[in-house]
């Protein structure tokens, strides 16, 4: 199964992340959020990169998820109250909105965090080029994929540096904060000469000259890659009907 998820083409892995988004907006129903999210745990772990993946998920999405959920269980309108302490109440109504926002946030976030932990940057970006999409669009989104990694990789180098010489970098907030502004000149320099080292170099491989262009990255896409997202498309519409009527 590793292998099949790994084979599949890049655009149709990015399909089924928007998959995920479409159903849990349109199903409103928080154990069925939920439940996509233990797919896509078990995907994780299928693909060989669950540690990560949960890992992004603690630090980025359960601080978010619990500030949400607490708003709404806390302030959301309702008629049927469960428990009131000084100005808080917790209504029904708020428990179940707090849980279907919540769990769709953690869904589509979840979803699209998997499909970067298994889909480097640069195979997304040429299937979108394959897709039709302009080099100069192509790589707009490459390089704005790749700005935070980028500077976070000069950010720490910078503080490496700091620490030969004698700066302290780690202890408490107030030393780290000591250390991070002095950080921000040379990492916004070293920014800037790096975009145009890469102007550069983009120019001197001819990425602005008129004419077709041929890439020594090949992408190849089976005959499942074509059927997926027709099968995505299919069960999204039924849904909708099945909303509406």
Same mark, same amino acid.
């Given at each position: ?12 892995? *990015? ?8 159903? #849990? ?8 959020? *939920?439940?996509?999210?233990? #797919?896509?745990?078990?995907?994780? #772990? ?7 993946? =949960? ?5 980025? =999405?359960?601080?978010?998820?619990? !500030? ?12 049927? #109250? ?45 299937? =979108? ?20 990694? +980028? ?16 700066? +302290?970098?780690?202890?408490? !907030? ?21 975009? +145009? ?33 027709? !099968? ?14």
């Amino acid at each position: 199964m590793k292998n099949s998820l790994v084979n599949l083409y890049p655009l149709t892995k *990015f399909y089924f992340a928007l998959f995920i988004a479409a159903t #849990v907006i349109i199903v409103p129903n928080y154990v069925f959020a *939920f439940a996509w999210f233990l #797919v896509l745990v078990l995907i994780a #772990v299928a693909a060989g990169v669950a540690k990560s993946f =949960l890992s992004f998920i603690l630090k980025t =999405l359960v601080i978010l998820l619990v !500030i949400v959920f607490l708003m709404q269980l806390f302030f959301y309108p309702g008629e049927e #109250v469960l428990a009131s302490w000084w100005i808080f109440e917790v209504s029904r109504e708020g428990l179940n909105y707090g849980l279907t926002l919540t769990s769709r946030i953690l869904a589509i976030g979840s979803a699209f965090i998997l499909f970067f932990r298994i889909v480097e940057v640069k195979d997304f970006v040429k299937s =979108l080029e394959d897709a039709g999409m302009p080099s100069a669009g192509a790589y707009v989104v490459l390089s704005t994929l790749q700005i935070i990694p +980028e500077m976070r990789r000069q950010s720490n180098t910078i503080m490496e540096a700091q620490k030969t010489r004698g700066v +302290e970098t780690e202890g408490s !907030i107030i030393t780290r904060a000591k250390a991070f502004f002095p950080t921000l000149t040379p990492l916004i320099l070293s920014s800037i000469a790096s975009t +145009e080292e890469r102007a550069i170099t983009l120019e001197a491989r001819a990425f602005s000259a008129p004419g077709k262009k041929t890439s020594l990255h090949k992408l190849t896409k089976r005959p499942i890659d074509r059927v997926l997202p027709w !099968i995505y498309i299919i069960i999204v519409i039924g849904l909708i009907i099945w909303r509406v009527f």
